[in-house]
């Protein structure tokens, strides 16, 4: 406790100092906006500086204690290790509740006192997860303080780890506070005389983000080389992409995309489609939700709020109730709280012709709201029950609804001149996983509408499908005719396409994996992964036995205690693990 008591008073002025920089740039900005309705990237803005902040003040803390002389004078106590990186760590972490959690809890406080804006369970929560972030980061930098300086930032793997999962609310917190306990693992694994050569125990929690940190630098260096190619001017991306390639339909037009696939079509309509295409000006219905909202997420896939500006209120949805709140716009005074319990998060779309001013739609999941600002009420148009719904395109006398499985068809008028629930005229499966869905363009007929998609979004990724098109004529009556079928060219060698596979399969499944750990499966990310080739295979497996033969060779003289654990990782993981074995390893191997 005395060494506690005294590394805290060390640090306490810079504390408190940093803590009153943040609890003042906080109240400043809420005085602009609302910093729990923003979104996503804005949360990720804070937490950078969360962890940078945690990150540098783990590095200086120890930096003074990582030279020869004070680390020989500080390991040395009558204490264990364990016991003197308790006190030193836990007043670290004191400092970073001091300096994060605490002016976050004072903001929200202050909103929730102070304003009409609306303060859910999640926003307290914001506290707990930025000193998560803070604190891992803290933990990282200590690592990096006590580290040979070959491998003493790969504490940055973990914060990467945080920024690409997939997890939210409660799940996005697990997933954090198990990143910190792998840092702190990875501290007390070099809390000890002998820094270079850590505990044995302490290995894997070093070994695994050490030899994911390789694998990560091999992919980017695929990414230098692709930026040299691109520089140099015969990428496909910046300049003429191969024929009947993915590239190519993606700069293409809207009307040359479906021309492209009726002109490979033998259908006897083809030829006459083609040429109400050349007449017609086709629309796109897309969505850009890389996901969709979950109850009580930490951040917003889209601000949770919109404005009727008719009535000068904007109104914002509260996790805790599920209704939205209003409040003036002018004043912040408290307006009505609109009394339609959503049972999904709802997202603004905005407003549909024929609509009154300060009118708007909002789409719940599978359910479709008008939001009428005469009457202040909130009605039910659409439901496509459990289906999310993520796009609402006028097109013609018709809207053209997309969701994560099929296209619907509605009829316009109802929208507008009725306030019942309104059913599709027509419903067209997705021939494809939305996930893999880049473009799906549209013109209306006489009868219906013939509707093109392309799927090949990402299609270079390991983990998409092979990129091909569709063309199928939807009739007013509901039926469907698939008009042509066209597979596209991949635009680049498999050797490029499966990178990610083949320098390690072991890694990648761990990466997809530690992406979707604690996180429910969005419907909108699925996609239809390709067979991989023989031929990466093969290579990945090559890769594989060099990386085992040389760690068995390498450690042919060592007992087997330690010589398997590291042959089996190897096995597993390939060169990346390799690597990892000998940067590890050079200070055992130097004393031996």
Known sequence: MTLFRAEWSRLAMYAWLLALAHLGGLIFLSRMMDLGQQNLAVHWSFGAVYALVGGLSGFAQFAIYARPNPWLSLIHRPRSPGAIASSLLGAGGVVLVLVVALP?????????????????????????????????????????????????????????????????????????????????????????ANRGSPRTAGIPAIALPLAMATYFLALIAFAAIELIWIAWGTHPNNSVPPPGGRIEMVKATKQERMLAVLAASRHADAPLLAEQVKLSEPTSVGSGLSRLPQWFELANVRPMEFDDQRLGVRYVFSHDDG????????????????????????????????????????????????????????????????????????????????????????????????????????????????????????????????????????????????????????????????????????????????????????????????????????TLELAAPALAPRAVWALAIVLGLIATLSTLWRLRTVDGLRRWPWIVASGLFGLPMLAAFWLIELDREAQS
């Open 104 to 192: 976050i809890i004072l903001t929200a406080l202050w909103q929730e006192t102070l304003t009409a804006r609306v303060v859910d369970t999640r926003h307290w929560l914001l506290a707990l997860a930025g000193w998560q972030i803070a604190t891992c980061a803290y933990c990282c930098g200590v690592f990096a303080a006590l580290a040979p300086r070959r491998y003493a930032v790969i504490g940055i793997v973990l914060l990467f780890w945080l920024i690409n999962a997939n997890a939210t609310g409660w799940a996005a917190l697990g997933l954090q506070a198990l990143a910190l306990a792998w840092s702190v693992w990875m501290v007390a694994a070099l809390f000890k």
């Open 323 to 522: 209704q939205l709140h209003g409040y003036r716009i002018r004043d912040g005074a408290d307006a009505a709280t609109l009394s339609l319990k959503f049972p999904h998060p709802p997202l603004l779309f905005g407003r549909l012709p024929g609509m009154r001013d300060g009118d708007a739609v909002l789409i719940a999941r599978g359910r479709v709201y008008h939001y009428e600002s005469e009457s202040q009420q909130v009605r039910q148009r659409v439901d496509l029950g459990d289906e999310p719904l993520v796009s609402l395109a006028p097109i013609g006398e018709a809207y053209a609804a997309l969701s994560d499985r099929a296209l619907y068809i509605f009829d316009a008028r109802p929208f507008v001149a009725t306030r019942d629930v309104v059913a599709p005229r027509a419903r067209l499966p997705l021939p494809g996983r939305y996930g893999d869905l880049s473009n799906l363009d549209l013109i209306e007929l006489v009868d219906g509408h013939l509707i093109v998609a392309t799927f090949g979004h990402l299609s270079n990724d390991a983990n998409r499908t092979p990129p091909f098109q569709t063309a199928h004529v939807l009739r007013s009556d509901g039926s469907a005719d698939e008009i042509g079928r066209r597979a596209l060219s991949y635009d680049h060698v498999w050797l490029y396409r499966y990178q990610a596979v083949w320098i390690s399969p072991g890694l990648h499944a761990v990466r997809k994996y530690a992406k979707h750990l604690f996180a429910d499966a969005s």
